[in-house]
């Protein structure tokens, strides 16, 4: 079982210290985003890397529309990698919807955890009423034809998804280099989960100490969204980072490091 | 055009300027995302940036860049990174697709319907040979269930009546042995037959124990609705009487209504209260916590491959007892199992506990640390699946 989850998630593991520190992708991309990122703590940490079921180089076959219809299936992923390696104490690193992926992962299995790190997240996209996520719905729908625009070659060269095509396999790694996913359908069902989630209601829940990094000019996540969380997560720190855009840990990754240093060195409230 | 890494645009050409609406004054020194589209933002800064930077180039990636009129416009963008005067910049090549766009979108739409016939009739395929499989594994399960019911009602008949009455007669016959004026003399005599009414009381409370055990399995409660703070109010009430215990405290938040069968849910809490009482530490006061978050668990739990998650109340009860080592986690729950020789129970509470856990298509797990206490984490639908 747990050789299989190693090799479902493309898990990689680097770095000479013990405490672990998972690092969670989010959508849009797969594990090599963190390439700036974790060299700078694998002298102190056992890093962990790996790419959700049907992202990067991950086992497409493991796929499961079902289960990863819901962020809950995600999180199953994170949680099985932590069973498989025996993790305990995790620092969880996540970009993005990864946050919200850690959230649900750590409310379940609290033990595993210890610290969330948070970059861009938002427990809703969507606007609803008083709540400011920044986005509508057509929104969303425009996104995914975007997509869909943006795979039509590579979706009329490959069979469906569900005809998995391996004769050509140098198709797929082009697509894995180009997209982090050689599946249109999958990339679309992963937009449409991340998107049209939901987790405000399990914020009030999170017990462990949490750091929100909030970019400058985000428009996956604005600003209101980052104070939201901090009003919402009580035992959380929120810091507003000069870098712009929603992946600070590429286009800004010297800061991107300082800030999670800075966090882990610093005596922030206990779980 | 070309643009840094904050996205702040470095020179665009009469081209774009012109295609866009705005003058070159405009647009240097602005954020690209300001010339797209919302979601064309959203697809910048989630695949476009993000392979630019990994890969260094990007190519064919189809755009909607938004005009000074607000016009959406359909660009197709190849783009690389290069330093220029100690600079990273990022370069891109623009085009607009007007004509490439509509035969796309033609291609898009017939592609859609296609697959989602392939994908439907694959899927229809696949589904009806798992029906009639499912089907067949499920008649069989269904008729030995039915088995199995028509058994447990006999066998709560035979706990209830036909046992209890040879113990009944045990005991009266016991009792004129022990009261005969034979054996009123003889200590010894006397001795064997308090032993046989200590055993008979035993088997008594055996029974009943087996029988209570066996009733939780007869379904002829319904479920409904059932606020969990009521039914743990009473149940503290009753745990307190049974055992004739009072110096603890329980402390509970946020304990939901869910849908369940009041009875058991009821009989789970006094359990489990009970179990904490029985395994207290002498030497602290007993406090019992319970935590309630509902969570999304999947629903199917033997059905491997399926998923469907469904909200759960995640109910925790820690005590500050005397816990037990890590190794009995599953010997605890087992049907008079126990660990605590001291106290007076049958080992017949946990395993109650899991049995209306599981009757509620909910898991209980144990977790426990020797000396500082035992969890019982429950895991129950707030739903129960067929009414969903």
Redesign the interface.
Known sequence: MSTDVLKRNNVTIHGKGSTPMLFAH????AQ??W?YIWPAFEEDYKIVLFDYVGSGRSDLSAY?S??Y??L??YA?DVLDICRALDLRDVIFVGH?VSSMVGV?AS??EPDRFRELIMIGPSPRYINDEAYLGG?ERQ??D??L??????Y??W??FLA?A??KNDERPELGQELI????STDPVIARQFAEVTFLSDNR??LT?VKHPSLIMQCS????APYEVGYYLRDQLTTSTLVLMN?????PH???PDETIHLIRQYLQSNHQPA | MAFDDTGKINFVNAFLCEALGYTAEELIGQSFERILTISSRLFYQTHFFPLLRLNGKVSEIFLMLRSKTAESIPFMINGHREVIGGQVLNLCACFTVWERQKYENELLESKKILQKALEENVLLNSLKSDLEKNQQQLDQQISMLIQRSHEYVQLNKVLSHDLQEPIRKIGIYADILHHSEKISTDTQLKAYTQRIFETVERLRELTNCLQQFVSVESHEEEFATVQLDTLLAEAIQEATRVTDFTDFSVEAAGLPQIEGRASQIGMLFRELIKNAIENRNPTSRLHIRIGAAIVEENSYHASKNKYRYTDHVKLEVKDNGMGFEKRYSTYVTGLFNKLNSESKGMGMGLALCRQIVSNHYGTLSIQAVEGSGCTVLVMLPVKQPENL
């Open positions: 989010g959508f849009g991309c090599q985003m390439r499961n079902e289960r219809a819901n809950n299936g199953e993005s649900i409310i379940k986005f929104d969303i425009e996104l034809t975007t997509m869909e625009k943006n039509i070659g979706a009329n469906p569900i005809m280099d180009s997209f982090c209601r399990d829940h000019e985000d428009l996956v870098a712009t855009g929603h992946c590429m286009s800004a």
